[in-house]
C-alpha cells in the first residue's frame, strides 16, 4: 500500500520562485529600466523613452518603437523562460542579443504592479497586459502606435524587506541616469530621452558617430582630454578611447568597458588598461576611458550572471594582452612633444611654494592640485577605512611636554627625516599633512568654527547627470563641512566658497574626488560618519604631495604640527605616516652599550 505521508521537499509556488528571481535580477529601479531598455534594444527600436517618478520607486515607463508583439507573444512573454531570443543550447555560444534569460518581465511583475501595452508592426490592434505581484494576469484589447511601453509602478510593494534597502531618490535616480547613459553610449543611433517627475533630465538625439555620442554626453572637453583607441588581433578588435596621461583626472570616472554591445565590470580588462599607463600616469592619477571590445561571441560566457553584468573569456590572458598592447602603443606613436613629455613632466612634481603662516591652519601652502598616490591595500569599504583611525590609541607617541625638534632633511622629495626629542622619525609628508589637516578641521566643525573662504569667482564644475543627482543628496553635508556649492544648470554647480584651511586647491578636481569616494558612502546613520569621509577628502585632495620639494622651514612647520595632534601613525585612510627608531634601537643596530 503506497504511504499516504507528505514529503518534505515541495515545488515552490510560481509566484513565489518569480519573487526569488526578481531579488536575483532586480536590486533596485536601475535593474528594471536596464531590463526593459534591453528588451527595447533587441525590438529594433530608434527612439527608448525612459520616465520615472521618485527615483523609480514611483513610477517606471519605458516606451520604444520597436516591433511590438503580438497577442500570443505578450502572453508568452510574462512567462519564466520565454524568450524569442533561443531556440536550442546551441544559441547560447552565439548570442549578440542583449536579452535573453526570459526571466526579466516575470520578475518585475513580481514585485510590481505592472502593465505592458504593445502594438505589432503594420497593425493599431494591440495588447494591454495588467498584472498585481504577478499573481493574476489579464489581458485586454489595446488600440495606439506601433511599439511597446512597460510601465511599473510601486516597485518592492509587497517585498518590503527589499524596499527598506533602496536609498534616497536622487541617490536611486542618479543608478537610473547612469544606466540611460551607458545604453545611449553604446547605441549612438538610437534616440534616448529620460524624465524624472515630468522634467526631462536627458535627450540625446540619435546620432552617425561614437564621438559624436560622447560628445552628447561628456561635451567638448572629452576632445581635448581623450585619445581615440584602435586595436585589432585576429577576430578580437578593440576600439574607444582613453585619456592622455597628462589630461589624467584624480576622479576614476568614466572608467566604462563594453563587450560586443554589454556594459560589464571586468578585472582581467581594467587591470589591463591600468598596465597599459605604466609610468606614463602621473602620481595620483587614474585612466578615464571608454573601450569597445568586439570578439567571437563563442569565446565569452555571458550567462554568468542574472543581471548580465559580468562575462567569462575563454582565454583571458589573450583578452589582457590584447588591450595591453591596443593602449600601450597610443603613447609610443604621439609626438615626443605632447603626451609623453607633459606626463613625465607632471611626475615630478609641482613648483616649490613658500610657507605662509596661518593661526587657523597649517602653515604650509598647498601645492598645485596633485592627488596622493592610491591607499595599497586599502579597498573601497570607506568604513573600514575610516575606522583605523578611531580605534587608534590617542597616545602612540605623546610626550608630557613640549618636543624638542630638528629636522634632517627630505628623501626622494617624499618623506621627512627628523629627530624628535631622542628619536629619529621618517615621516610621509602628505600622510601627515593629510592626517593633521582632517583632525583641525573635524575639530572646527564640532564646534561650528569651520572658516569659509568665500571664491571671487565662483568656480563652475560639470557634471554628468547621474553624478549631480548624487550631489544633491550631499550638499547639505558639505555645507556643514563649509564646501558651498549651487546648481547652476540643468548639470552645472558652482562652488561659491571652500573652507579657508584648504588654500589654493582646485576645486572642481575636489569635487569630483568627494562624489568618488561619497558614491561608496551611503551610510547616514549619524551625521558625524556623514562628515568624516566628506572631511578626509578634503584634508588628502589639499595636503602637500608625495614628489613635492619642501623648504626646512616648511618641514620643521609641518613636523611641529603633528606634534601638536599627537604624533597620529595613520592617515584618515588607514596609510601610515611614520616610521620611528628609538635611541636605543639604534645603539643596538651599530652595537653600542645603551646607556
Keep these: 500500500m503506497r504511504s499516504t505521508v507528505t514529503g518534505k521537499v515541495q515545488i515552490l509556488p510560481d509566484h513565489v520562485s518569480c519573487r526569488i528571481a526578481a531579488g536575483e535580477v532586480v536590486e533596485r529601479p536601475a535593474s528594471v529600466v536596464k531590463e526593459l531598455i534591453d528588451n527595447s534594444l533587441d525590438a529594433g527600436s530608434t527612439l527608448i523613452t525612459v520616465e520615472v517618478e521618485e527615483g523609480g520607486r514611483g513610477v517606471i515607463r519605458v516606451t520604444d518603437n520597436g516591433t511590438g508583439m503580438t497577442r500570443m507573444d505578450a502572453q508568452l512573454a510574462c512567462q519564466r523562460f520565454a524568450t524569442s531570443k533561443l531556440r536550442s543550447e546551441d544559441d547560447l555560444l552565439t548570442l549578440m542579443t542583449m536579452g ?22 503594420d497593425s493599431t490592434l494591440g495588447t494591454q497586459t495588467l498584472s498585481t505581484g504577478g499573481i493574476a494576469w489579464e489581458f485586454q484589447d489595446y488600440t495606439g502606435p506601433q511599439g511597446t511601453q512597460v510601465e511599473v509602478r510601486d516597485l518592492f510593494f509587497n517585498t518590503p524587506g527589499r524596499l ?49 555620442r560622447l560628445l552628447q554626453i561628456y561635451g567638448p572637453d572629452f576632445i581635448e582630454r581623450f585619445l581615440p583607441v584602435t586595436y585589432k588581433a585576429g577576430s578580437f578588435q578593440l576600439t574607444g578611447y582613453t585619456v592622455s596621461p597628462h589630461h ?37 592619477k587614474h585612466p578615464q576611458f571608454m573601450v569597445f571590445i568586439h570578439l567571437d561571441p563563442q569565446s565569452i560566457d555571458i550567462n554568468v550572471h542574472p543581471t548580465k553584468r559580468e562575462i567569462r573569456f575563454s582565454h583571458p590572458e589573450f583578452i589582457h594582452t590584447s588591450v595591453l598592447r591596443g593602449i600601450k602603443a597610443l603613447f609610443f606613436t604621439q609626438p615626443s612633444s605632447g603626451i609623453l613629455s607633459d606626463a613625465h613632466k607632471e611626475k615630478a612634481g609641482p613648483v616649490l611654494h613658500s610657507a605662509r603662516p596661518s593661526s587657523s591652519s597649517l ?48 628623501i626622494h622629495h617624499t618623506y621627512l627625516l627628523g629627530q624628535i626629542d631622542q628619536d629619529l622619525f621618517i615621516v610621509d609628508q602628505h600622510t601627515a ?38 550631489l544633491e543628496v550631499w550638499l547639505p553635508s558639505l555645507a556643514q563641512a563649509g564646501l558651498e556649492v549651487e546648481r547652476f544648470g540643468t548639470t552645472s554647480y558652482v562652488v561659491r566658497a571652500i573652507p579657508a584651511m584648504l588654500g589654493n586647491i582646485s576645486v572642481g578636481p575636489l569635487v569630483l574626488e568627494l562624489l568618488d569616494e561619497l558614491s561608496e558612502w551611503q551610510s547616514t546613520d549619524s551625521l558625524d ?14 595636503a602637500v604631495q608625495a614628489g613635492r620639494p619642501m623648504t626646512q622651514p616648511e618641514i620643521t612647520i609641518l613636523l611641529q604640527d603633528w606634534a601638536q595632534e599627537n604624533f597620529p601613525m595613520t592617515c584618515p585612510h588607514g596609510r601610515r605616516v611614520a616610521i620611528r627608531h628609538s635611541l636605543e634601537e639604534l645603539h643596538t643596530l651599530f652595537a653600542r652599550p645603551l646607556k
Excluded at 545611449?184 to 524624472?196: E, S
Design 529 to 542: 560618519n556623514t562628515i568624516k569621509p566628506i572631511l578626509a577628502t578634503m584634508a588628502c585632495q589639499s
Design 433 to 470: 599633512h593629510e592626517r593633521v589637516r582632517f583632525e583641525r578641521l573635524l575639530r572646527s566643525w564640532k564646534k561650528k568654527e569651520i572658516l569659509q573662504q568665500r571664491l571671487l569667482i565662483p568656480e563652475p564644475v560639470e557634471l554628468l547627470p547621474h553624478q549631480g543627482e548624487l
Design 248 to 284: 589624467a583626472r584624480t576622479s576614476r570616472a568614466p572608467q566604462e568597458i563594453f563587450v560586443n554591445g554589454r556594459p560589464i565590470k571586468n578585472s582581467t580588462i581594467s587591470h589591463a588598461v591600468h598596465e597599459a599607463y605604466g609610468s606614463f600616469l602621473p602620481k595620483g
Design 164 to 212: 527598506k534597502f533602496l536609498k534616497t531618490v536622487p541617490t536611486e535616480f542618479s543608478k537610473v541616469c547612469y544606466v540611460v547613459q551607458q545604453a545611449a553610449t553604446v547605441h549612438p543611433g538610437i534616440h534616448f530621452r529620460l524624465r524624472h517627475q515630468n522634467h526631462k533630465v536627458l535627450e540625446y538625439p540619435a546620432v552617425s558617430s561614437l564621438q559624436d
Design 100 to 121: 535573453f534569460r526570459g526571466e526579466a518581465l516575470p520578475s518585475i511583475a513580481s514585485i510590481a504592479r505592472f502593465c505592458l501595452k504593445t502594438v505589432p508592426r
Design 363 to 410: 602653515s604650509i601652502a598647498p601645492a598645485p592640485f596633485q592627488h596622493a598616490p592610491e591607499f595599497p591595500g586599502i579597498g573601497t569599504n570607506r568604513h573600514s577605512t575610516l575606522s583605523l583611525f578611531v580605534q587608534e590609541p590617542s597616545s602612540v607617541y605623546s610626550r608630557d611636554q613640549a618636543c624638542d625638534i630638528h629636522p634632517l632633511g627630505q
